[in-house]
């Protein structure tokens, strides 16, 4: 009999099987261990009797998310450990990457960002000029975003609605990315806190229509502290817009967007897709049935994946 079959799902600590629903990863893993009370030299003692070698360093550095596991020997220790720590199956496998594979070869970008085409470089040289570190300290418990397509099938605007976790003490602050369609002008998009949180420094890039703003917190959140916030931005500086897509790097909580169109100007059929990757091909095409009273289409996901999910319109 599996060990996790002794320990049901009721019995675990509620700040655990908030970890395990919503990661990351080495937030689960250090719940798991404390609500098991085990010193990690215990833990790798039960992962040598299976045959597998993992140092004590290497866990150490795992459930403080210094590394992650990522070779073929690190991903069995990870199978092995929900086994030890009385965890349902591909509880911790899924928030590396949600597979049968370990999430070394998709090697995703620390931010999400707008679009696949989104110049990572760039982005980069953007958060380094507001000193932003690469992690932010911040994992997505669920996030409703609505995008507005104006009469001139331009992109509009966008506003969310963000409910977060913090994974370290003393998080303060969101950077979010806007990366306007072609022909966008960043320096003319407008960002607006709207509710549990006030605009800080903003920059961008005037080639790739990056924008890159903070949204400063009225409070310091603690490890494990959760904050619910809005924001959006209005653009309207380009083109015509044919797909809005969302990119997410790491596995998380839910994500639902909805794309509403102008009266005027409705395309003539939508569907949603995901990739794994940029370099990936598009999976997943479905129909989505446009709701002539709303003007509007939709797409939830559950508990995405690492990747990027994504609507697509035609206008004729």
Request: proline share 5%; aromatic share 6%.
């Amino acid at each position: 009999m599996r060990l996790g079959e002794q320990h049901t799902e009721a019995k675990r600590p509620p700040a655990l099987e908030a970890a395990l629903r919503t990661g990351p990863f080495h937030v689960a893993l250090r719940a798991a261990i404390a609500a098991r009370r085990l010193p990690l030299h215990r833990v790798q003692h039960h992962l040598s009797r299976q045959g597998i070698k993992v140092g004590v360093t290497s866990l150490s550095y795992w459930q403080q998310g210094a590394r992650r596991p990522q070779r073929d020997e690190s991903m069995r220790a990870v199978r092995a450990l929900e086994e030890i720590l009385q965890l349902p199956d591909e509880s911790l496998i899924r928030l590396l990457g949600r597979g049968e594979k370990a999430v070394a070869e998709q090697q995703p970008a620390p931010r999400p960002y707008r679009s696949p085409s989104t110049p990572s470089g760039v982005l980069h040289r953007l958060l380094t000029e507001l000193g932003s570190p690469l992690d932010g300290g911040l994992h997505t418990v669920g996030h409703f975003e609505r995008v507005r397509i104006g009469p001139r099938r331009e992109l509009l605007g966008r506003d969310s609605q963000h409910i977060v976790r913090a994974h370290r003490d003393g998080v303060d602050r969101y950077v979010a990315i806007h990366h306007g369609d072609p022909g966008c002008s960043p320096r003319d998009v407008a960002v607006e806190a709207t509710e549990n949180c006030r605009t800080g420094r903003m920059c961008w890039d005037s080639g790739s229509g990056l924008l890159v703003a903070e949204l400063l917190f009225d409070t310091r959140l603690r490890t494990g502290d959760t904050h619910v916030f809005r924001y959006g931005f209005e653009d309207g500086t380009a083109g015509a817009s044919t797909e809005y897509v969302r990119g997410f790097s790491c596995a998380g909580g839910q994500y639902a967007l909805q794309v509403r169109f102008a009266d005027e100007t409705l395309p003539v059929r939508c569907h949603g897709f995901a990739q794994r990757s940029k370099a990936a091909p598009r999976v997943g095409h479905q129909e989505l049935a446009l709701s002539d009273r709303h003007r509007s289409v939709h797409l939830v996901e559950q508990q995405v994946r690492v990747g990027l999910l994504g609507i697509g319109w035609d206008w004729d």
